[in-house]
């Protein structure tokens, strides 16, 4: 079955950064899209980055230019690499398998989801 496992979570302060990685498993990792997902406490989920399998990528605007979503094929991995990292991106971070090859940034697009990494940022 379908198996998605995040980690690298943490608390840092403002303006440090933190690498995600989610480990996908169960099904051929180049088929589907994958995203990342986050959710504050008292607020919605809201969609992070989306990579397709052919590499294009897509962000939230609140994290254009700091946060880099890749993967690797070989290892069957996703990554978020968060830089200038700030208060507002204190959230459990999801990752998430898309039902199609390209999604856009939006929940009901993606029909697998891990249980999730915590991040903290401390001002």
């Known amino acids: 079955q379908v198996q998605l496992v995040e980690s690298g979570g943490g608390s840092v302060e403002a303006g440090g950064s933190l690498r995600l990685s989610c480990a996908a498993s169960?099904?051929?990792?180049?088929?589907?899209?994958m995203g990342w997902f986050r959710q504050a406490p008292g607020k919605e989920r809201e969609g992070v980055a989306i990579?397709?399998?052919?590499?294009?990528?897509s962000y939230a605007d609140s994290v254009k230019g700091r946060f880099t979503i890749s993967k690797d094929n070989a290892k069957n991995t996703v990554y978020l690499q968060m830089n200038s990292l700030k208060p507002d991106d204190t959230a459990m971070y999801y990752c998430?398998?898309?039902?199609?090859?390209?999604?856009?940034?939006?929940?009901?697009?993606?029909?697998?989801w891990g249980k999730g990494t915590v991040v903290t940022i401390s001002s």
């Open positions: 990579i397709d399998p052919d590499g294009t990528t």
């Open positions: 998430a398998r898309g039902a199609y090859y390209s999604c856009r940034l939006y929940s009901g697009d993606m029909n697998y």
């Open positions: 169960g099904y051929t990792f180049t088929r589907y899209c």
